[in-house]
């Protein structure tokens, strides 16, 4: 079903926005403490559900409160330690001020960056890489206003 039907945008904005993005983690503790002291995010919620066997952690830059901030919802399922991630996960973004100088941040804060601050390939937008510990990709993008 195509909901803009012809809306303009402010109204299909009004209907939907993203809320979450969930990624499976292998050590909800240790997830957590990467996104929380390595990349500046907050503990919004959690869950503990023992009788299905599973932990969550909500995350994010905003206050949790329907705010319109996304949040990462890292789910933890007791008695799993990791995951195949497959070939269609790509990589989520976040926008800062000084790429060069989140990288030197998230380094010695003992994160782990896989392509440093540089342009896109055929741009000037300037990036670069990071892994989490379960091996998921997060982009950087420079923002001069982030």
Do not use: W
Not at 16 to 21: D, E, V
Not at 106 to 135: H, L, N, Q, Y
Request: proline residues 5%; aromatic residues 8%; negative net charge.
């Amino acid at each position: 079903m195509n909901l803009r039907n012809g809306l303009p945008p402010v109204i299909v904005r009004a209907i939907m926005n993203i809320l979450h993005t969930m990624l499976r983690v292998g050590d909800l503790t240790r997830s957590v403490d990467f996104y929380t002291k390595v990349l500046g995010m907050r503990v919004l919620r959690e869950r503990d559900v023992p009788d299905y066997q599973y932990k969550l952690a909500f995350l994010g830059y905003g206050e949790g409160n329907g705010d319109g901030g996304a949040e990462l919802e890292l789910t933890y399922n007791y008695g799993v330690d990791s995951y195949e991630q497959g070939t269609a996960y790509g990589h989520m973004a976040l926008g800062v001020p000084d790429v060069a100088a989140a990288c030197e941040r998230i380094r010695k804060a003992g994160g782990r960056v896989t392509r440093e601050a540089g342009p896109v390939k055929g741009g000037s937008t300037v990036i670069a890489f990071i892994e989490d510990p379960d091996g998921y990709k997060i982009e950087l993008i420079e923002r001069p206003n982030a």
